[in-house]
């Protein structure tokens, strides 16, 4: 089985990683704030934000996916790619 990959400009690459960072650094912060003993409502705020976070990171994936690797996958007459998709989205939920 082959792997398949997304080509990326390094622009794009770049946005997407220092996003990922930033949600790293989201994460590591709730772990402290739990070895801190914090106020579980400060701690609920910041899951909160992270799962915001990535669910905005997840849709900015998924609409470059659909305006790239779709549309070439279309374009050139692969209309199981349509199944593929359907079958991510579900996943998503």
Not at 30 to 46: K, P, T
Not at 60 to 65: A, D, G, Q, Y
């Amino acid at each position: 089985m082959t792997l398949k990959e997304t080509k990326r400009s390094d622009t794009d690459k770049k946005k997407l990683i220092t996003r990922l960072k930033t949600i790293e650094g989201q994460v590591r912060g709730v772990s402290l704030m739990v070895s801190e003993n914090r106020y579980c409502n400060d701690i609920l705020i910041q899951i909160s934000a992270i799962n915001k976070s990535l669910k905005s990171l997840g849709s900015e994936i998924l609409k470059n996916h659909l305006e790239t690797c779709v549309v070439r996958e279309i374009k050139k007459d692969n209309l199981e790619v349509l199944d593929e998709v359907m079958n991510l989205i579900r996943r998503l939920d």
